[in-house]
């Protein structure tokens, strides 16, 4: 169904809008990941931001935040596409139905108060695609409603609608937010081989490495089993595509902050490794250290003899492992991902890879490091001297001072 659309007029100071939004999104995060996200969202087709999908219990519960948000994200030149009528473990009642659609009139009345206009289409429409970019270059919020097709399943349609789309985000909003057990722990998969937990619930889910071993956890009830399945559906179609599962009230942290506030679920990286400088793009190297660290890298740093390169394919993670005191320990002189991966896993894949292949470990970290409380958490010990942190993992304790010594002597690789 076609609903009314209101005007959208455009705001007389664009600027201070956004000043005022990204002040607001500095109270849930950092400011700087706000204007980094932001600029990254605004690089891609509009209809390409978001994907975001939403119930009738999302819209009943928490009306008010999902319309606080959609505004703030108007303000910022952003609409994101909603959707709603998904499959669910148990279908709705007739009268479920009808509640639904009443529901959904209010919603329209409530974004039609703030000037924003909500169209709403069947899966089904002719020529979907084409409308829902043109509506939103026009600014229009648009939702496309999956209840009535009978054809396919929702998730089965939606997954083509991302791939129509391009869509770099899907954002599946739910009351209890993200999956798994909540509160700071770890799901064990193996023994090596661990998910943390805090109060949003699992942080991050690779489907490459995760998905079998969680759906044999226990850790997950029928309904989150279930909507991870569908989830790696789609991923199998999209697999650029980034989904997040989080609580209306966490959706702009979700979106702006590096951390996130939910589950981000993630095809998986394909984390590749070699021995040598020469067996890779140093060029593309290069610059992922450098923008990594912001600072540049000395032209005698690819000299030095390598252990192993981890890289992510695409050049946006890497670790370099050097020979260590002795042929049984390694040190770990570079560690970088990009911003736009911090908060996707990323580094987690490719810790792993490196401390699968090197449990003897020793690197150092000035004290400003963003990630010095990250590299707390995977060592086994650590002692500071001057501006310098040395961690280190599978030392014996009696080893510990000459592999700090070796980790203090070694030169610098930064300007």
Not at 8 to 21: G, I
Not at 52 to 81: H, N, R, T, Y
Not at 269 to 279: F, G, Q
Not at 324 to 343: E, M, R
Request: glycine share 6%.
């Amino acid at each position: 169904m076609n609903l009314p659309v209101a005007p959208n007029p455009k705001q007389p100071d664009a600027s201070a809008e956004t000043r005022l939004v990204l002040t607001f999104l500095e109270s849930v995060g950092k400011r700087q990941d706000a204007e980094f996200y932001l600029k990254l969202f605004r690089e891609v087709p509009k209809a390409s931001f978001a994907l975001v999908a939403i119930d009738s219990q999302i819209l009943s519960e928490a009306m008010g935040l999902l319309v606080d948000s959609l505004q703030f994200l108007s303000k910022l030149d952003l609409f994101p596409v909603l959707v709603r009528g998904l499959d669910e473990v148990d279908p709705p009642t007739p009268a479920e139905d009808e509640e639904g659609e009443q529901v959904l009139h209010e919603f329209v009345r409530e974004l039609d108060h703030r000037d924003l206009s909500l169209i709403v289409y069947p899966s089904t429409e002719p020529d979907l695609t084409q409308k829902i970019v043109r509506d939103i270059e026009l600014e229009h919020t648009v939702c496309v409603d999956f209840s009535n097709d009978r054809s396919r399943s929702g998730f089965e349609a939606l997954g083509e609608l991302a791939v129509a789309l391009k869509s770099r985000k899907l954002v599946l909003l739910r009351t209890r937010g993200g999956l798994g057990p909540k509160g700071p722990s770890q799901v064990n998969l193996s023994p090596s081989h661990v998910l943390p937990t805090d109060d949003n619930g699992i942080g991050v889910i690779n489907l490459r490495t995760d998905y079998e071993p969680l759906l044999q956890s226990g850790a997950l009830d029928e309904d989150e089993r279930w909507l991870l399945c569908q989830t790696s559906a789609i991923h199998r179609r999209a697999p650029n595509l980034i989904t997040s599962i989080t609580s209306p009230l966490d959706l702009l942290r979700e979106l702006f902050t590096v951390r996130g506030a939910g589950t981000l679920l993630k095809t998986g990286s394909s984390i590749l490794r070699t021995e040598t400088y020469a067996a890779l793009d140093s060029s593309r190297l290069l610059a992922l250290v450098e923008t990594a660290f912001e600072r540049r890298v000395k032209s005698e740093f690819f000299q030095r003899r390598a252990l192993n390169i981890y890289y992510e394919e695409d050049y946006r993670g890497a670790a370099i492992v050097q020979p260590g005191i002795d042929p049984g320990s390694a040190y770990l002189t570079k560690f970088a991902v990009v911003k736009t991966a911090q908060g996707e896993g990323l580094g987690r894949e490719l810790w792993e890879a490196v401390v699968r292949d090197y449990p003897v470990l020793y690197w150092r970290a000035r004290a400003q490091n963003p990630i010095a409380a990250w590299y707390a958490s995977q060592c086994d010990g650590m002692h500071r001297v001057g501006n310098w942190w040395i961690y280190w993992r599978g030392v014996p304790f009696e080893r510990v001072p000459e592999l700090c010594n070796d980790a203090l002597q070694r030169p610098y690789d930064l300007v």
